[in-house]
């Protein structure tokens, strides 16, 4: 499923990019190469790394 439509980003690059250590929006953008466009995917990509990280705990 497409999270990021600027940039084209899924929901399993983004859960890689988690996994890989990125733990704020800004990081999980820069690990998948990309920048921050309109930030309408920001509260969506912040979720998912609370829940990654709730799993993890
Ligand atoms: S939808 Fe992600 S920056 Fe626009």
Redesign the pocket.
Known sequence: MVV????A?TDKDIRAAIAGGADRPKDVYCACGKS??????TGTILSMIRDESAKAA
């Open positions: 990021c439509i600027c940039n980003m921050a466009q309109c930030g309408c995917c």
